[in-house]
């Protein structure tokens, strides 16, 4: 499929706020339907996440690489269930950076992660190995992502929502994370599109008083000779 990475569009900037939140609300329809029939993807990240762009119509988002998922066995999910630690930690949450039983609530918090990257352009946890990242992970609490870059403050309480080390106090489901996202970035979308009016109206006003200065330079540049004229004459 024509297209790119979601990494690739956060590095070049390229996603525009409409279809930034349409997409997001895509990634949610998506990771909520294999969550319907028992799929947690464990290694969600950006470059996990790919935007396709046909000739014509919108461009729409595939979810990639489920060959670490996790089926969920409704069964047994009142066991503790451990194992290897599986994911990019980057963006694993505290449990499954522990070995512990994830679900619903655990992509959550790694689309918590590229939201993070998104708006702010940097990740909330970084480190030079491994072990600093899991322990930043379980242990340590993210720079508030208007630290980095302004934003509305409900976009960040969601984000930090879905970061949070306590698996019930994130948003329970991506279909609930879609609700919050929905209300919080038409916002955004909306700021976004003003601010973008407002920065055309100030080039066109810009352009406008280049042009009058110019006109009034050139007149200018002609009154000395027609006076140097007159002079001779005289």
């Not at 499929?1 to 997001?24: C, H």
């Not at 595939?62 to 670490?68: A, E, N, Q, S, V």
């Amino acid at each position: 499929l024509d297209g790119e990475s979601m990494a690739e569009a956060i590095d070049q900037q390229t996603l525009q706020p409409d279809e930034l939140r349409r997409l997001l609300g895509q990634i949610c329809g998506a990771l909520e339907a294999s969550h319907r029939v028992g799929l947690v993807h464990r290694d969600l990240k950006p470059e996990n996440i790919w935007i396709a762009r046909p000739p014509h119509g919108e461009s729409y988002v595939k979810l990639l690489d489920f060959g670490i998922a996790k089926l969920l066995d409704p069964t047994r999910t009142n066991l503790t269930q451990t194992g290897a630690v599986l994911g990019t930690p980057l963006f694993m949450a505290p449990e499954q950076c522990l070995g512990r039983s994830v679900d619903a609530r655990t992509y959550v918090y790694a689309l918590g992660v590229i939201l993070y990257r998104i708006f702010t352009g940097r990740y909330p946890f970084t480190g030079t190995v491994i072990t600093e990242l899991v322990y930043q992970h379980v242990t340590e609490a993210p720079p508030p992502p208007s630290r980095h870059r302004e934003m509305p403050p409900d976009l960040e309480r969601i984000i930090l929502d879905c970061l949070a080390k306590d698996p019930a106090a994130r948003p329970q489901s991506a279909r609930v994370l879609c609700e919050r996202l929905e209300v919080a970035l038409a916002t955004w979308s909306e700021a976004s599109a003003g601010a973008r009016c407002e920065h055309h109206r100030g080039n066109h006003h810009r352009e406008h008083e280049l042009e009058q200065q110019h006109a009034e330079a050139t007149h200018l540049a002609h009154e000395p000779a027609r006076g140097v004229v007159g002079i001779w004459h005289q």
